[in-house]
């Protein structure tokens, strides 16, 4: 996995500053993030964990964590790691997200962390594990993103 040390930063930080005052509570939460009810704890460059309380609240027709909620709590993690490394006039759209779901939960905390793991001129890869709170593992996911520019970026 690549390293923040191995990471190229960008020039300009208006999109990690923004998500850092996010996490200081300095700046709105995005609506998904009321709905879902998680929260982003931690940021740096190309490096995100999230967290929340799995609950019967987002339980399938089982009783068990709806696999969607660990998608969209795994695809936020790995969405804000990956706009850590854009640059201010830069946006990205998500190519595809995949999770492998490794046990069941009923009710938990649940943490993702997601690191960016190669990132070139065009494109992102990110990992992100979702574990409970006994540090298990429940799913690994991961998401390839293609960065925007110019007037693909606007309006994003």
Do not use: Y
């Not at 709905?35 to 964990?49: K, R």
């Not at 070139?120 to 409970?132: F, P, Q, Y």
Request: hydrophobic share 40%; with cysteine; charged share 25%.
């Amino acid at each position: 996995m690549m390293t923040n040390a191995q990471l190229k930063a960008p020039k300009t930080t208006k999109h990690l500053e923004s998500i850092q005052a996010l996490v200081r509570g300095e700046a709105p939460r995005p609506p998904i993030a009321d709905l879902i009810g998680f929260d982003a704890i931690e940021i740096a460059l190309g490096h995100s964990v999230f967290a929340m309380r799995a609950s019967a609240r987002h339980a399938n027709p089982m009783g068990t964590l709806h696999g969607g909620v660990v998608g969209d709590l795994s695809d936020a993690a790995m969405g804000m790691a990956m706009s850590t490394t854009l640059e201010d006039d830069e946006s990205f759209t998500t190519l595809d997200l995949t999770v492998k779901f490794l046990k069941p939960v009923w009710e938990s905390e649940l943490r993702a962390t997601a690191q960016v793991v190669k990132r070139t001129r065009t494109l992102g890869l990110i990992e992100c594990d979702v574990v409970d709170e006994s540090g298990s593992l429940v799913a690994r996911c991961s998401s390839t993103c293609m960065v925007l520019r110019g007037q693909d970026a606007k309006g994003r």
